[in-house]
């Protein structure tokens, strides 16, 4: 399922490199690359149990004060990650992409903006492999996304948190934003 757009492709298949561009050409400027990721069903039965005990209602009751104070930035980890970025460059033998030049990632009502973003992702085809059978290889699928350089976080109610760095835990639907934080609501 997951979409990569783009001009131009190289892919360097002795190093197991690839990089995706839109250059400017014939006088026109440089243009934009745009991805979009696609999250399988993450939840689980043991999920739903926890999620109806006790102590998992009292958790659930901190975290609602908490971002009272501190803003809630809420996103679906289902929903499909677009990505815009100049370039990205993907290296399928470490399983990671890295998105460059006025990234800006949505997810749902949760976007993202900084100078550059790496996803991490797991599965047998690499991101920009196609063909074989797709029911004996597993589909990448995102795990982790690092964001560097002015890093700028804003939720559908106006919310915003700014930092020079953030990780994304794809998997655990959380995020951590570092240095030089400052949360706005």
């Known amino acids: 399922k997951n979409v990569l757009l783009g001009k131009r492709l190289f892919i360097d298949r002795k190093?197991?490199?690839s990089r995706l561009e839109a250059p400017a050409e014939g006088g026109q400027?440089?243009?934009r690359i745009a991805a979009t990721f696609y999250q399988g069903d993450q939840k689980?039965?043991?999920q739903a149990k926890q999620k109806s005990s006790p102590a998992a209602k009292s958790a659930g009751a901190a975290q609602e004060s908490i971002a009272g104070m501190t803003g809630s930035f809420k996103t679906d980890p289902n929903a499909p990650m677009d990505i815009e970025a100049d370039v990205l460059d993907v290296f399928d033998a470490e399983k990671r992409a890295?998105?460059?030049?006025?990234v800006k990632t949505k997810q749902g009502d949760f976007s993202?903006?900084?100078v550059e973003m790496t996803a991490f992702y797991s599965g047998q085809t690499g991101l920009m492999?196609?063909?074989g059978d797709a029911a004996s290889k597993a589909q990448s699928e995102l795990t982790r996304?690092?964001?560097r350089r002015g890093v700028l976080i804003t939720s559908k109610d106006g919310q915003s948190a700014s930092g020079d760095w953030a990780i994304f835990d794809t998997k655990a639907n959380t995020a951590l934003l570092g240095d030089a934080v400052t949360v706005t609501r």
Do not use: W
């Open 129 to 131: 492999s196609g063909g």
């Open 15 to 17: 190093a197991g490199t």
């Open 29 to 31: 400027p440089a243009g």
């Open 145 to 147: 996304v690092e964001a």
């Open 44 to 46: 689980t039965s043991a």
């Open 98 to 102: 890295v998105f460059h030049g006025n």
């Open 112 to 114: 993202v903006r900084t």
